[in-house]
């Protein structure tokens, strides 16, 4: 019956009203789709949401973890640049005493 076309004003009121209430029942059902709509956009952005604070505290531990492993890193860099440096010590040393050469402190 909405879907009719205007009543002439010589059509019955019953009529009429009949087919505006008609009218206004479907745009009610349409707005009321449209907020069901926007109210699930809605829900679904909040369930994406994430406070900043979490951000930054999560950051922040990343952070510390990172800067733990970069100190093991540079530990571990160093006493292998000992050994490598007690290595050439002592193979020199053994190949100057081998070939014969001695050091005089003096």
Same mark, same amino acid.
């Given at each position: 019956?909405? #879907? ?9 009121? @019953? ?6 209430? #008609? ?10 789709? $449209?907020?069901? #709509?926007?109210?699930?956009?809605? *829900?679904?952005?909040? #369930?994406?949401?994430?406070? +900043? ?8 531990? $990343? ?8 100190? +093991?890193?540079?530990? @571990? ?6 050994? @490598?440096?007690? *290595?050439?010590? $002592? *193979? ?11 050091? +005089?402190?003096?």
């Amino acid at each position: 019956m909405s #879907a009719s076309p205007d009543l002439s004003l010589d059509a019955p009121p @019953i009529e009429r009203i009949a087919v505006s209430l #008609a009218r206004l029942d479907e745009r009610q059902k349409a707005m009321q789709a $449209t907020a069901d #709509a926007r109210h699930g956009q809605l *829900v679904a952005l909040l #369930a994406e949401f994430v406070p +900043r604070a979490e951000i930054e505290a999560k950051q922040a531990g $990343t952070n510390r973890r990172i800067g733990a492993v970069e100190h +093991r890193v540079d530990k @571990i860099e160093a006493r292998s640049w000992k050994v @490598i440096a007690w *290595v050439f010590g $002592t *193979v020199g040393t053994a190949l100057a005493g081998a070939i014969g050469i001695h050091f +005089r402190g003096g």
